[in-house]
Nanobody, 121 residues
Framework: QVQLVESGGGLVQPGGSLRLSCVAS????????MGWYRQAPGLQRDPVAGISSDGRTNYADSVKGRFTISRDNANNMVYLQMDSLKADDTGVYYC???????????????WGKGTPVTVSS
């Protein structure tokens, strides 16, 4: 019904930058929230950044001032610009949206399959 596809992950040296992208497709009626989550090896999946339909953003303390989330409402896309990357930023990054889709009257969560990011020298 709704599919999310992330891209842009890879291997980068400490201090480097990456830009993640996520595109949502399917029978989407309205997207209320778009966000990025990170799961480091052996740990739980934690929120990194989120953006509401009116553009309000929030960030995990660990990424404030280094990461920037943005969205393209016309194309159902969300981006995560990651600068000054650290080894602790390593993990699989997942895109999540909260949207109304198809015949459902309720907003639901949808997840992508993730894109890996490795920060290492």
């Amino acid at each position: 019904q709704v599919q999310l596809v992330e891209s842009g992950g890879g291997l980068v040296q400490p201090g480097g930058s990456l830009r993640l992208s996520c595109v949502a497709s399917g029978s989407i009626l309205s997207i209320y929230f778009m966000g990025w989550y990170r799961q480091a090896p052996g740990l739980q999946r934690d929120p990194v950044a989120g953006i509401s339909s009116d553009g309000r953003t929030n960030y995990a303390d660990s990424v404030k001032g280094r990461f920037t989330i943005s969205r393209d409402n016309a194309n159902n896309m969300v981006y995560l610009q990651m600068d000054s990357l650290k080894a602790d930023d390593t993990g699989v990054y997942y895109c999540k949206i909260v949207c109304q889709a198809g015949a459902s009257r309720n907003a639901m969560d949808y997840w992508g399959k993730g894109t890996p990011v490795t920060v290492s020298s």
